[in-house]
């Protein structure tokens, strides 16, 4: 049985467009915590930095490929990231470098969120998420495999005696 976090734990994913990466680690890490039976102890959700794709549901070669492995998405609606956000959740994680930026720029400062990126978890690792969206197929596939590495990573962390990202 898995240590459940206290309190619940709230976690933001952060891409450029929430059409291809963001949502694709939200389905990918709430696939994790359903089967992990904390469903309510962690919440998640995703958003974007651009206002280019609001209200879209996810790209549909993300949403083919998160399919072949198992990950629903179709019912994800982007939206765009706000100042709120940093008031409402514990963790903002973005997926590239430029997304990092663009939102320490946004960050009022006086937030709760950490943020940091989300493949930080993997020691050694590339860092960054690649953005898929104007490569071949192959990128959606190696989002996916990030992506499950990292969510492996940090249900762990939020799992583990210690407590949270520690
Ligand atoms: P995402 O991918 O940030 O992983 O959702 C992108 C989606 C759309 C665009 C760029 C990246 N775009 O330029 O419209």
Do not use: K
Request: proline share 7%.
């Amino acid at each position: 049985m898995n240590e459940a976090p206290q309190v619940p734990v709230t976690i933001l994913f952060v891409c450029l467009g929430n059409i291809c990466r963001s949502p694709t680690a939200e389905a990918v890490f709430r696939r994790r915590v359903e089967e992990a039976g904390l469903d309510g102890r962690i919440r998640i959700d995703s958003a974007g930095t651009g206002d280019w794709h609001i209200g879209h549901a996810p790209d549909p070669r993300a949403r083919e490929a998160a399919a072949a492995r198992g990950y629903p998405m179709d019912d994800l609606r982007a939206r765009q990231v706000s100042v709120d956000d940093f008031y409402r959740f514990d963790f903002i994680l973005a997926m590239d470098d430029a997304n990092l930026t663009d939102l320490r720029d946004l960050d009022p400062g006086d937030g709760r969120a950490t943020l940091m990126r989300f493949l930080d978890v993997l020691e050694g690792g590339p860092g960054e998420v690649p953005d898929p969206y104007y490569g071949g197929e192959d990128g959606f596939g190696r989002v996916l495999d990030l992506v499950e590495r990292a969510s492996d990573r940090w249900l762990a962390r939020f799992t583990e005696p210690t407590g949270p990202a520690s």
